[in-house]
């Protein structure tokens, strides 16, 4: 049986999902994501931030199966030369042409589950997206957008403004170095220090927080 026909048969099964996300029955091979999304509650409401083509996306409803998922990310290039190593920046060789390609490919990529109303694709930046939804919205939300200082620092506010008591506020990328100069890091590290926030893992270059 393949695994998609097994997941399914697993689901129907009352408490077998947990076992099978325990022992890993009926899923495909584990990325270095793939302890983060086992702590994400299944059929719950969450964001990412930083959507580039979907693939982590894809990988968000296969796991968690989201009640609602929002996509958020502005594609739109970034011609300065402090982005000259980004996804959004030098990497994108055709500039906003290929900006527009990636937004357009992942609308189709998640055409059937925009129709059923479980994805939301919302192309702008994060902080004026996110500040469109009451506090406490979210279960929880994904952060891997501009990596930036400042940026993450916003992002992380925000986050936690928009995300439930209990609520996770997760990333990528927490690490010394990179095209960002350790940003992600040092906006991670400082909200560690903070009140009201539980710093729950740092792992694979993810960080997790519980509100």
């Known amino acids: 049986m393949r695994n998609t026909g097994l997941r399914a048969l697993i689901k129907k099964i009352p408490g077998a999902m947990r ?19 086992d702590m994400v509650p299944e059929h719950a409401v969450g964001a990412e931030i930083g959507v580039h083509i ?49 937004f357009a490919n992942v609308g189709k990529r998640f055409d059937e589950q925009v129709q059923a109303g479980r994805v939301i694709i919302h ?37 936690f403004q928009k995300t439930k008591p209990g609520g996770l506020i997760t990333g990528d990328d927490y690490a010394e170095g990179g095209w960002w100069d350790g940003g992600v890091k040092k906006a991670v590290d400082e909200l560690a220090t903070g009140e009201g926030i539980e710093l729950v893992e740092l792992r694979n270059h993810q960080f997790i927080f519980r509100k």
């Open 54 to 102: 979907g693939d982590f996306s894809a990988e968000i409803l296969r796991t968690t199966s989201p009640r609602e998922l929002h996509l958020i990310d502005p594609w739109e290039h970034q011609k300065s030369d402090v982005y000259k190593s980004a996804w959004y920046g030098g990497q994108a060789k055709s500039g906003q042409t290929e900006m527009d390609e990636r």
């Open 123 to 159: 192309r702008g930046f994060s902080t004026d997206i996110l500040d469109q939804f009451s506090d406490a919205y979210f279960d929880w939300i994904y952060i891997d957008g501009n990596h930036l200082y400042d940026y993450v620092k916003k992002d992380l506010q925000v986050s």
């Open 19 to 37: 076992l099978a996300k325990r022992f890993r029955v009926g899923s495909p091979p584990r990325s270095h994501r793939r302890f983060l999304l």
